[in-house]
């Protein structure tokens, strides 16, 4: 493969955001030169744009096989490279099967085939039925494993309690990969709520103490196998509740192994401005109040909160009941795959963060969670060659017209946002450019052990 080069004033390097000249050559940065260096090739300026590592999504639905009618590996991964993003990780459902044992990744992985535009690993799940496939399924190089701690609204895919959990953990100890949490937990076995079309009696449907007290068994769990000498990687995934904050950054100064992720729908949106009827916000657990929203940005800047993830989650708009605002009856997920770096930057930016900050956070910490670190989420010699070329000034409302993902739905349309994603290079293929898919897909399956 020809070498080629792009230098600009604002490059996000390891080392923060200086003018540099990254070369490329078969796919890999060959070097990160100065920016006056000759690079002994093509060599482009981008002159003030922003050159940063391709974001790395770990929270991905994309459903198929079997329920391609709500997304499907073309169009997602197209809308991923269309937001920067050139690694995802897809999660183990709403597919079918559900990718809960080495024979269903063995077909996620034959629907695949020349559908990535982008680079993609896969998470497994555990059941209570498939704790005794658990071994084999992470031997067959997925990237980890997740369970719901709460009833998932997929039949296939039940959720494990507290001796489900203490069979499985050690398992994934082992392995020594992440155990994702959907940390929702109703101890109380709760009558379903009458909810209608009011995003309010929704909200209380589903208070912060489920996910606090989710949070807590987690801990309580990982502290009992610590004690019996073993360590399981637990991560909070889509944190909403600000009240769990304190005890996990607890339960890491006792030297528990336990991240937590949230999302840009958690960060840019809050309750108090969510009408009633609007289906295309309801997401589990829900979007809640501003002074929560605020206490989680005041987290990703501690670092309490290890990274931000789309858990983009789509549905059929029947699906969504948009028509009726039937929030009771619609499927709970927030499609907006790639939005995400114009969402967080219009946010971050007032908040005091930089565009580095939201790179590590958006790319290199989940490169880093999924164990891809080595190869992905930074721009250094040997990495793969994952691009994003960013302007950071422009400003625009999101439209539906720009949706790359299969259903031309999302919360955000008419949101206005600041940074326009310009191109995007996956190992040094063009595959995003002029707002336009630019190629063929080009992306490939990651699986542990062969990385």
Not at 62 to 72: A, F, H, L, Q, V
Not at 344 to 351: F, G, N, P, Q, Y
Not at 397 to 413: E, G, L, W
Request: net charge negative; proline share 6%.
């Amino acid at each position: 493969m020809k070498s080629f080069a792009l230098r600009s004033r604002r490059v996000i390097t390891p080392d923060g955001i200086r003018p540099a000249t990254v070369k490329v050559t078969a796919g890999l940065i060959d070097a990160l030169l100065d920016y006056h260096a000759e690079p002994g090739c093509d060599c482009e300026d981008l002159g003030e744009r922003v050159l940063m590592p391709g974001l790395v999504d770990t929270h991905v639905h994309i459903n198929e096989p079997g329920r391609t009618d709500w997304e499907g590996f073309c169009t997602a991964t197209q809308a991923a490279a269309a937001g920067g993003i050139t690694t995802l990780v897809d999660m183990p459902l709403n597919c079918i099967p559900v990718t809960i044992n080495k024979a269903a990744l063995d077909e996620k992985l034959a629907a695949v085939s020349n559908q990535l535009w982008v680079d993609c690993g896969f998470w497994g799940g555990v059941v209570p039925a498939s704790i005794d496939d658990l071994d084999e399924l992470l031997g067959a190089g997925v990237l980890g494993v997740k369970s719901f701690l709460i009833d998932s609204g997929i039949e296939e895919f039940p959720n494990v309690d507290a001796d489900d959990l203490r069979r499985a953990m050690p398992i994934v100890a082992k392995h020594k990969a992440p155990y994702l949490i959907h940390a929702e937990l109703d101890k109380d076995n709760t009558e379903p709520a009458a909810i209608g079309d009011n995003y309010q009696s929704f909200l209380a449907s589903r208070p912060k103490q489920w996910e606090n007290d989710a949070i807590d068994l987690m801990i309580q769990l990982s502290s009992e196998l610590k004690a019996a000498g073993q360590d399981c990687r637990v991560h909070i995934v889509h944190l909403s509740s600000a009240d769990a904050l304190k005890n996990i950054a607890k339960a890491r100064k006792q030297g528990l192994s336990l991240s937590a992720e949230t999302c840009p729908h958690y960060l840019t949106l809050f309750a108090e401005a969510i009408p009633n009827g609007k289906t295309l916000f309801k997401c589990c657990p829900p979007i809640r109040e501003d002074h929560n929203r605020a206490q989680l940005w005041q987290a990703l800047k501690e670092g309490v909160i290890d990274f931000i993830v789309s858990d983009h989650s789509p549905c059929t708009p029947e699906l969504k009941h948009i028509d009726s605002g039937d929030i009771e009856k619609a499927w709970g997920g927030i499609s907006a795959l790639q939005f995400g770096l114009p969402l967080i930057w219009t946010e971050a930016r007032e908040r005091g963060f930089s565009l580095a900050q939201i790179s590590h956070l958006m790319a290199g910490a989940t490169a880093e969670f999924a164990g891809l670190g080595h190869i992905k989420g930074r721009l250094a010699k040997g990495y793969h060659a994952d691009l994003l070329v960013f302007d950071d000034t422009v400003s625009y409302p999101i439209s539906s017209t720009m949706i790359k993902h299969k259903h031309k739905i999302t919360p955000y349309v008419d949101k206005p946002v600041c940074g326009e994603i310009q191109r995007t290079y996956v190992r040094g293929e063009l595959v995003f450019a002029d707002n336009q898919i630019q190629q063929g897909p080009i992306g490939k399956p990651l699986l542990k052990g062969q990385l």
